[in-house]
């Protein structure tokens, strides 16, 4: 094989690794779109496949279970997370990047992604790979912000672990109003996040030892 | 009709009447349990009419719908909260009895009963007559906890409706743990959430103006 033809031959199998992945992102999409307007447990494999404008034939050698799809989807999120952390971290200044990696992500949370997000959460109690994912992503969650808490904080009465145990709650339950309340005063509650993470720095926030 | 057999034929509507208000709560538990077990999607009215041990046929004549179903538990679960708390309220102690309450209910909860309330959440976004019986549930809560509050707060800096936007996702987001964590700390989460409303009512939790 000359260089040139070697050089195509990789050029066409990158392109084809690039059309496959654009595909992939496409149909995560064309899912999200989909569980978000009729919710996970009303959508089939085939309101799917038709979303993301796919015969099923097809549709199938991407993802083959509404299960797979959505911890593709899932897993994108998470790597988005990561990626945004990343960048505002990258700014330099540690406590903006935390307080503002948190508040963009509930503020721009639309109701439909946080109805989604209940749905995932239910889907969790009774599917294993599904709560696998959960679990994971709570882990991950949870080691960022109390690593974050344990050195932004500004005060040694600040425990970080007792911090999130009172912010874990409170972002879920806020997701959960996001989701449920039609006119939910996201500004608000934004803003009660806010206060309550920039007391915890400050060693303010009322905490309980935990138990274990 | 005599005296004697119009007191027979009333006793025996009296019966009749005490046998299905029985009936309708053998069916609610019943219901749970199903519910509970195999979530509420997954349910069928076929399931549900044989855990009560009834024909469909007399299944039906009581309830017509899951839809009815779990309308008919929620209002039986509001109806309870609302016995406890006029019960606790009665033994004097406004203050003991509204952390009794709230400590009591959290504690008790078990990881099925909080999965069904994942659910019923999740169903509220998509069917309105849940929504609205969700909404209610809210608004009598709110009401409640708002009103208590501002009659058992300690300073003059504790603002009930501010103090009631941090206490309502922490309530949430606890549901959520409970039905999402396999070894989830309920000691440690009820105290973190008792340590908010004692902090709340002494003025020193941190909250933020409601933007409405």
């Known amino acids: 094989m000359s260089a040139a033809s070697a050089s195509t031959a990789l050029g066409t199998v990158v392109d084809a690794r690039a059309g496959q992945a654009a ?7 064309a899912a999200e779109a989909c569980f978000v307007r009729n919710g996970f447990h009303r959508t089939t494999m085939q309101d799917l496949a038709r979303e993301a404008a796919m015969s099923p034939g097809n549709f199938y050698r991407y993802f083959e279970s509404k299960e797979a799809l959505i911890l593709g989807w899932a897993e994108r999120e998470r790597g988005r997370g990561a990626l945004l952390v990343e960048s505002l971290e990258r700014q330099g200044d540690r406590r903006a990047a935390f307080l503002g990696v948190i508040t963009q992500y509930f503020t ?7 109805v989604l997000r209940l749905d995932i959460w239910s889907e969790a109690t009774r599917n294993p790979a599904i709560a696998a994912m959960t679990e ?7 080691a960022w912000i109390v690593d974050t808490i344990a050195a932004l904080s500004t005060d040694p009465a600040c425990d970080p672990a007792a911090v999130y145990a009172v912010l874990d ?7 959960v109003g996001r989701a449920l309340v039609a006119d939910f005063d996201t500004p608000a509650a934004v803003a009660t996040l806010r206060a309550a993470i920039e007391a915890g720095l400050a060693g303010r926030l009322p905490t309980v030892e935990p138990t274990r």
Chains 1, 2 share one sequence.
Do not use: F, V
Not at 23 to 29: M, P, V
């Open 108 to 114: 721009a949370i639309t109701r439909e992604a946080a």
């Open 23 to 29: 595909r992939r992102e496409h149909i995560l999409d």
């Open 169 to 175: 709650p409170l972002m879920k339950g806020l997701l």
């Open 136 to 142: 994971r992503t709570e882990a991950e969650a949870k």
